[in-house]
């Protein structure tokens, strides 16, 4: 009996420390989780923010929108280059501390510089495209490159909290994603109505400043966790130092992903525009849909990553994006000339068609990211500098995906054009990353059946896949008809005729007028 509560005690004894060190991971995890989630709505704050502050100087115009969106995106993959790279080097906690420091630091720098460049004598006399430039980048690009270093340095000391890699992923990914939707809704319709730019900013700098005090007293009390490479049961490669082909391959995969749901955010946004008019509403709804998409996507992808092998799932992520992709056009084009919504509010009506058309498919091409992560983390040695490049390789993929889209795609394939290409590579895609995979078996043929009847030179077929949203709608109202690096514009016959819905039909009651409809 003696010996029984002997053992007993000796239980109780080391189930209390095992019980406190979980609350410590748990708290630590909750801390980094809110961390990404404020870093990120800061970068998306403060990308909004610049559209404001340099619009005196250099106006508000796709140049200017273009080269915001890509300064800010450089930025966050030089950052997340450099903060993978030191996280290997330095203390994640110490060095979490110096760069929200140096963040909250240069975010209210943007003010001065702001009025510095603007009135230099030498951007002045640039051309207007260069002088755009050279502007946004001299202002914006140092806060950015500060704050896009923050998530990768989280990441790597997230891992080394024991609840599996491709969970860990899934979650910091999904809370940088949370925390660019709230900073999009938070800046349009609350902060900048009703503090000003100049305030915003301040309190950034602010809050970024708190973060490092928080980390930099946590990094006093927290010695250094050494972060595990594999995961606990020993399972999976052997991590290397070198970049092999496997690993080049995973960062391929996030670079991919990456810029598939930046295309597809760009045409949609286009493709929104023929049914629901320009205005902030539709921009803005757009942009929430596809971040929280991408958001569960993330989550998603992370937890299923850690049950089955990155390898088999990468296939069949990619098939899936390529099918809610493809038929998210027949479903958009069903909502906007069907009946089912005709009862709505207008701001509720472009809520729900474009969640309906554009949340499955942003779900679907958000988990290819945690799951191609998973796989790089498994593969390298050096954690923190393969976080660096996993981030830096989604930054450069959504910088060029923007560019290329809005310059190139929409203006000459046409927002269901891009859309069908963007399908096409997705299904490329599955049989790259898995040959011997049933997934490509799936989406190839109903892909090719869809482009068939795209293509198609026969009139009734023609009719056909305009009726289901593969391609424009003809009809004798168009006089003319394109969808230009600025806007869609539709110039009809009958000033009654409504493009956006059916050629000739009459214009709806209940239907705001467009400024598109001339």
């Keep these: 009996m003696a010996a029984k509560r002997k053992r007993n005690r000796e239980t ?7 019980s406190h060190a979980n609350r410590n991971d748990t708290t630590r995890l909750l801390v980094l989780i809110f961390t990404a989630f404020a870093a990120n709505m800061f970068i998306m704050t403060l990308e909004l923010v610049a559209g404001r502050l340099v619009a005196r100087f250099i106006g508000s115009s796709l140049y200017t929108w273009t080269t915001i969106v890509g300064g800010v995106l450089l930025g966050m993959a030089v950052g997340s280059y450099l903060g993978g790279r030191l996280a290997d080097r330095h203390s994640p ?8 420091l140096l963040a909250g630091m240069a975010c209210p720098s943007v003010l001065a510089l702001n009025q510095i460049i603007g009135y230099a004598p030498f951007v002045r006399s640039l051309d207007w495209p260069p002088r755009i430039f050279v502007h946004v980048m001299f202002t914006f690009l140092i806060p950015c490159v500060f704050l896009g270093s923050v998530t990768p340095v989280i990441l790597r000391e997230a891992l080394t909290i024991p609840i599996g890699t491709g969970r860990t992923g899934g979650v910091i990914y999904g809370a940088g994603a949370l925390g660019s939707v709230i900073g999009t809704v938070l800046a349009w319709f609350v902060l900048i109505p009703n503090m000003g730019t100049r305030m915003i900013v301040m309190l950034m700098g602010l809050g970024l400043g708190a973060l490092a005090v928080y980390y930099a007293w946590s990094s006093q009390q927290q010695g250094a966790v050494r972060l595990r490479t594999t995961d606990s049961d020993g399972a999976g490669p052997v991590p290397t130092r070198g970049y092999s082909p496997a690993l080049v391959s995973a960062l391929g995969a996030v670079f991919v992903g990456n810029a598939s ?7 949609a946004s286009r493709l929104a525009t023929q049914y629901l008019g320009h205005s902030i509403y539709t921009w803005t709804t757009l942009l929430g849909v596809v971040l929280a998409g991408i958001m569960l996507g993330n989550y998603l992808g ?25 038929a998210s056009l027949p479903l958009y084009r069903w909502l906007a000339q069907g009946v089912l919504l005709d009862n709505f509010m207008w701001s509720n ?13 942003s779900v679907a091409m958000g988990t290819i990211g945690p799951a191609a992560a998973r796989k790089a983390i498994a593969l390298s040695a050096l954690p923190g500098h393969t976080v660096g490049l996993i981030y830096a390789a989604g930054s450069f993929a959504s910088v060029v995906a923007t560019f290329v889209t809005g310059y190139v795609l ?3 394939l046409w927002p269901i054009g891009t859309i069908m290409l963007l399908s096409v590579v997705l299904a490329m895609s599955s049989f790259v990353w898995g040959p011997r995979s049933r997934a490509w078996v799936i989406a190839m043929p109903t892909l090719l059946f869809a482009l068939i009847l795209a293509v198609t030179p026969n009139p009734a ?11 424009e709608q003809d009809g004798p109202d168009f006089v003319f008809r394109d969808h230009s690096q600025y806007s869609w514009i539709a110039v009809t016959a009958s000033p009654q005729a409504t493009p956006s819905f059916e050629p000739g039909a009459p214009t709806r009651p209940d239907t705001p007028p467009r400024s598109e409809d001339l």
């Design 261 to 267: 749901f930046m295309v597809y955010e760009l045409a």
């Design 302 to 326: 992370g937890r299923w990553s850690d049950r089955y092998q990155p390898d088999v799932l990468l296939p069949w992520f990619f098939a899936a994006s390529c099918l809610f992709a493809l």
């Design 12 to 18: 109780a004894a080391g189930a209390e420390p095992e």
């Design 349 to 361: 009506r472009i809520v729900a068609q474009i969640t309906l058309a554009f949340f499955v498919p």
């Design 410 to 412: 929409v203006d000459t």
């Design 461 to 471: 077929v023609q009719q056909f896949a305009g009726a289901v949203g593969l391609r």
């Design 93 to 100: 906690l110490k060095l979490l501390a110096v760069l929200l």
